[in-house]
């Protein structure tokens, strides 16, 4: 399918956002609670997730999914994807910066997608909401069976129920964004759907978390902080990430120009994520550490226009050359396209 512009514009602030978070400023003023540096706390990184969501449906079709050897297409096209980012993700770990590397994470979720591909938008959405009310609840029980010390010692359990980007949990976002996926982005009803919904859901997560630590739960189960990973916390951030895709969509066809730096570095998401934390790991960890607004305006700046520069010129980022050709290779090689019928084709034309 066409790249949806909105689609990458809400892509780059999502990276950008995980870089703030990385090597921003940090502040602590009362408005908003903890600052504006909080802001790009865990948020963008659950929008990031979401657009994985966005993405597998746009992969297998949009609003009009595929089936049959198309639809064997897509899965396979998704799972070389999660194979790539995975190697990549276990790369940058290895660097040894302060980053947690959200790529595994995403990796792991891109393959549980394969799984829900035909479902219908209304029960991806249903099954969206089960995994944030049931998967926190899974997650403390079985990091209270395992034991902390045992999560925090194992790669395996980290990935799964560790305290960042714990898959039992951030599985919801993945549900969220392709239940929207399978919708007519191009829709102003289904964009302003989406920031109604979007509205609704940071009320429901931020208000209810206050309501309900008022009403004596404890923080474990009833905070909104980042990285939490309460139910609390999941609905407000998918909330945040539906109202940032609805505006994103808007505007890009509005003023596509204006966003075009920051949908360029959403084109080249992999590459700006991947090169910023190998640049942290060239830098020393004093720049996450040690936090410094010239740093962090350097890091914005430079990705933002190196990704405009090589998008504008080059098109398709180094990394996604390689992430589309290996995908579509594999799936080439074990399910190829069905031979054009001549004389549709010149139908067709």
């Known amino acids: 399918m066409p790249r949806i512009v909105g689609i990458d514009v809400a892509r780059g602030l999502a990276v950008l956002g995980m870089m703030t978070a990385h090597v921003g400023p940090d502040d602590h003023g009362p408005v908003p609670p903890g600052g ?18 966005i ?26 994807r999660a194979g790539v980012v995975l190697v990549l993700g276990l790369g940058l770990q290895a660097l040894g910066t302060p980053v947690v ?31 944030a009310v049931l998967g926190p609840v899974l997650r403390l029980a079985l990091v209270d069976a395992l034991g902390q010390d045992r999560v925090g010692a194992d790669a395996f359990a980290t990935l799964w129920v560790g305290e960042f980007y714990p898959v039992v949990v951030w599985l919801a976002y993945l549900l969220a964004g392709l239940a929207l996926g399978r919708l007519d982005l191009a829709s102003g009803r289904v964009q302003a759907w989406a920031a109604a919904a979007g509205a609704a859901l940071v009320a429901v997560g931020h208000l209810g978390s206050h309501a309900a630590l008022a009403a ?23 909330g945040v990430a539906l109202l940032v895709v609805a505006a994103c969509l808007a505007v890009a066809t ?30 020393g960890e004093q720049v996450v550490w040690q936090p410094r607004v010239s740093t962090w305006a350097a890091f914005l700046l430079v990705t933002t226009g190196g990704c405009w520069l090589w998008h504008a010129t080059l098109g398709r980022g180094p990394l996604e050359r390689v992430l589309h050709g290996i995908s579509t290779g594999l799936a080439d090689v074990l399910v190829p396209p069905a031979p054009v019928d ?7 034309s």
């Open 36 to 53: 504006w540096s909080q802001l790009a706390d865990g948020r963008p990184s659950a929008l990031f997730v979401v657009l994985a969501g």
């Open 55 to 80: 993405s597998l449906a746009l992969l297998s079709g949009g609003d009009r999914p595929v089936d049959g050897p198309d639809l064997r297409r897509a899965r396979v096209r998704v799972l070389a």
């Open 101 to 131: 590397v959200i790529l595994p994470t995403y990796a792991v979720l891109f393959t549980l997608g394969c799984l829900v591909l035909r479902l219908h938008p209304v029960v991806l959405a249903a099954a969206a909401l089960a995994v």
């Open 216 to 238: 004596g739960w404890t923080t474990r189960v009833a905070t909104a902080e980042p990285h939490s990973s309460t139910t609390f916390e999941v609905v407000g951030n998918t």
């Open 254 to 283: 509005r003023a596509p120009r204006l966003v075009a730096p920051v949908a360029a570095v959403g084109a080249l998401a992999l590459t700006a994520y991947t090169v910023h934390v190998v640049a942290i790991a060239v830098l």
């Open 342 to 348: 001549p004389d549709r084709e010149r139908e067709l």
